[in-house]
């Protein structure tokens, strides 16, 4: 026998189920009364310093069904690419909170997510990412929270020398992670779960 | 303060993801067309995992965690129970000031949610959403309503547990989890699709509370604990040193 390492397991995850807004977004669900305002409604606040930018996009299954039940959090760092807590390197943008929960629309399955352009943020090796933001996507179906990115597809520059994005070995998988520019500050990008194009998910 | 913060910002534990449930389970429908068929891109915590949204008291409100009247004011109609426990990391510590929200049917297993058609009345003084952030040694408590079982479309005559969904967030965004619990002796615990997602019998029991008649209040309510445990955080004494903490 050896000693015992005396390690908990972390707690099993479940599905968030088809009703996941009840808990997370109630006012957006049409449950007022409980909360004055749902959480997460903007990682911003007025006079956030950066690129203003709105991205839109669907959640689509493996039979190319748009999820309308799909939620998400994204969490990024300010324009200087610092977060706004726990960051050892300094304090960020006051106006910047970083954190947003996101709820696809229950009639499109579009979500919308406003925010700045975040800043680019060390890998822990010192080497420099390209600007990101972190996503975890919850649903029905979906038995672990999904992590994935969101890159640029205007940021060419730092996005070839990302080191996460090179980690990905099917190169032309990582174009799964790039919001499209539409238009000035505008950006689109799909998360597919499954088949086709399917979005590069992480172990992180 | 300092051992706090240099916990608070080590690289995550790796995920254990035979001990959770696998994407791709089809007992459960609808993760047929829902998960991934691509290996995950795995590589280590970065600040992006690592840090991650704090929340402070003066966002929660009195009733917030009191189910049974934070909808009307009036008391919901079921069985009145506590649920309480602590979230924990892998490495026991409690971990406080971190936001835990829950939601869940009402006595009879109907949801106040739009999409929810089951014939089972809604109740009228009971919404079904509650939240609070943990304490220093990361405990928390809710008073509530203990949920129905439910029927739900997967096969023919499938019912889910008696249950509560759980949102919980660490002091990283990497930590974050979604669950549900399940309540001791349930009958329905074993027949549940969802809850066998999960293929290691240890890892089921994490999910079911455990009744606490310690933490009953006689002739008021019932109790039950549910302890959640989050990614712990490496703290190599040479990778500290290195960042200068």
Redesign the interface.
């Known amino acids: 026998m050896v000693q015992r390492l005396?390690?908990?397991?972390?707690?099993?995850?479940?599905?968030?189920?088809?009703?996941?807004?009840?808990?997370?977004t109630?006012n957006a669900?049409?449950?007022p009364?409980?909360?004055?305002e749902d959480?997460?409604r903007s990682p911003i606040r007025d006079g956030a310093k950066g690129e203003r930018i709105v991205i839109t996009g669907r959640v689509i299954?493996?039979?190319g069904?748009i999820?309308r039940?799909a939620l998400f959090?994204s969490?990024q760092?300010d324009a200087d690419g610092i977060?706004?807590?726990?960051?050892?390197r300094g304090q960020a943008d006051p106006a910047v909170?970083?954190?947003a929960r996101v709820a696809a629309d229950?009639d499109s399955g579009i979500w919308r997510l406003e925010t700045i352009k975040p800043g680019r943020?060390?890998?822990?090796d010192g080497r420099l990412?390209a600007p990101?933001i972190?996503i975890?996507l919850?649903?029905?179906?979906?038995?672990?929270?999904?992590?994935t990115?969101i890159y640029f597809e205007d940021e060419a520059e730092a996005n070839a020398v990302c080191p996460?994005l090179n980690?990905?070995e099917h190169v032309e998988?990582r174009l799964t992670l790039l919001a499209r520019k539409t238009a000035p500050g505008t950006y689109s990008l799909d998360f597919r779960?499954?088949?086709e194009g399917?979005?590069?998910?992480?172990?992180? | 303060m300092t051992l706090s913060?240099s916990v608070?910002?080590g690289?995550?534990?790796?995920?254990?993801?035979d001990?959770?449930?696998?994407?791709y389970?089809p007992g459960?429908k609808?993760?047929?067309?829902?998960?991934?068929?691509?290996a995950?891109?795995?590589?280590?915590?970065?600040?992006?995992?690592?840090?991650?949204?704090?929340?402070g008291q003066s966002?929660i409100?009195a009733l917030?965690n009191n189910l049974v009247m934070?909808?009307?004011g009036q008391p919901a109609v079921g069985e009145r129970i506590i649920m309480h426990g602590r979230v924990?990391?892998?490495?026991?510590r409690g971990v406080p000031n971190v936001?835990v929200?829950?939601?869940?049917a009402n006595a009879g297993g109907r949801?106040?949610?739009?999409?929810?058609g089951y014939l089972a009345p809604l109740d009228p003084n009971f919404?079904?959403?509650g939240?609070t952030l943990t304490g220093p040694d990361g405990s928390y408590e809710f008073l509530t309503i203990r949920p129905g079982a439910y029927p739900w479309p997967n096969h023919v005559n499938n019912w889910r547990p008696m249950h509560i969904?759980w949102?919980v967030f660490g002091?990283?965004?990497?930590q974050?989890?979604?669950?549900?619990n399940y309540f001791q002796g349930d009958p329905l615990i074993d027949l549940c699709p969802?809850?066998n997602?999960?293929g290691k019998k240890?890892?089921?029991d994490?999910?079911v509370a455990a009744l606490d008649m310690n933490r009953a209040i006689p002739m008021d309510c019932l109790a039950y604990k549910f302890?959640?445990?989050?990614?712990?955080r490496r703290q190599s004494f040479f990778e500290n040193r290195k960042?200068?903490?």
Not at chain 1, 198 to 204: G, K, L
Not at chain 2, 11 to 17: A, M, Q, T, V, Y
Not at chain 2, 227 to 232: A, N, Q, T
């Open positions: 005396d390690y908990l397991k972390e707690t099993p995850s479940q599905t968030a189920g088809p009703y996941v807004h009840i808990g997370l109630p669900l049409g449950n009364g409980i909360y004055p959480l997460g299954d493996g039979a069904m999820l039940d959090e969490w760092a977060y706004p807590a726990n960051d050892p909170t970083g954190w229950f943020v060390p890998f822990p990412m990101h972190a975890w919850v649903a029905r179906g979906i038995n672990l929270g999904l992590q990115r996460v980690r990905i998988r779960l499954q088949g399917e979005t590069v998910f992480f172990d992180m | 913060n608070d910002r690289p995550l534990f790796f995920r254990d993801r001990w959770h449930p696998a994407a389970t459960y609808t993760s047929m067309t829902r998960a991934p068929q691509r995950l891109v795995a590589l280590g915590s970065t600040l992006s995992e690592e840090t991650g949204p704090a929340f966002m409100g917030d934070n909808f009307t924990l990391d892998e490495q026991g936001l929200e829950m939601w869940q949801y106040r949610h739009k999409k929810d919404g079904g959403c939240r969904h949102s002091s990283g965004f990497g974050r989890l979604i669950t549900q969802i809850v997602t999960i240890e890892a089921i994490m999910l302890d959640i445990v989050l990614r712990g960042e200068g903490m």
